[in-house]
């Protein structure tokens, strides 16, 4: 059974930074494409940034280009959300998506894609 959860999330300004962790359990962590998804009330779930099973490949939505990266350390069993320059439109519940399969990297595939899904972390940015 795989096993993903998030940490990080918080209230913070306008301008500030929050680093968001995801670890997996249950998998070989390697094995696993990941992603961050994120949620605002009212609307559709988005794919914010992706990478791939190495780590090699990356994607952030337009959105968060220039402020966001995501990274993962293989050998932690952990994948990280860089968060910078936030902005209130951040403002959502971000979720920590797991897939046994080859991705590319290059882009965030549909939620659909993701079969193991963290509870969700919520961040609040204030203006």
């Known amino acids: 059974q795989v096993q993903v959860a998030e940490s990080g999330g918080g209230l913070v300004q306008a301008g500030g930074s929050l680093t968001l962790s995801c670890t997996a359990s249950?998998?070989?962590?390697?094995?696993?494409?990941l992603g961050w998804f994120r949620q605002a009330p009212g609307k559709e779930r988005e794919g914010v940034s992706c990478?791939?099973?190495?780590?090699?490949?990356?994607y952030n939505t337009d959105s968060v280009k220039g402020r966001f990266a995501i990274s993962r350390d293989n050998a932690k069993n952990t994948l990280y959300l860089q968060m910078n320059n936030l902005k209130p439109e951040d403002t959502a519940t971000y979720y920590c998506?797991?897939?046994?399969?080859?991705?590319?990297?290059?882009?965030?595939?549909?939620?659909?894609?993701?079969?193991?899904w963290g509870q969700g972390t919520q961040v609040t940015v204030s203006s």
């Open positions: 998506a797991a897939v046994r399969a080859w991705t590319s990297g290059t882009y965030c595939p549909s939620s659909r894609t993701f079969d193991y």
């Open positions: 990478i791939n099973r190495s780590g090699s490949s990356t």
């Open positions: 249950g998998v070989p962590f390697g094995d696993l494409s």
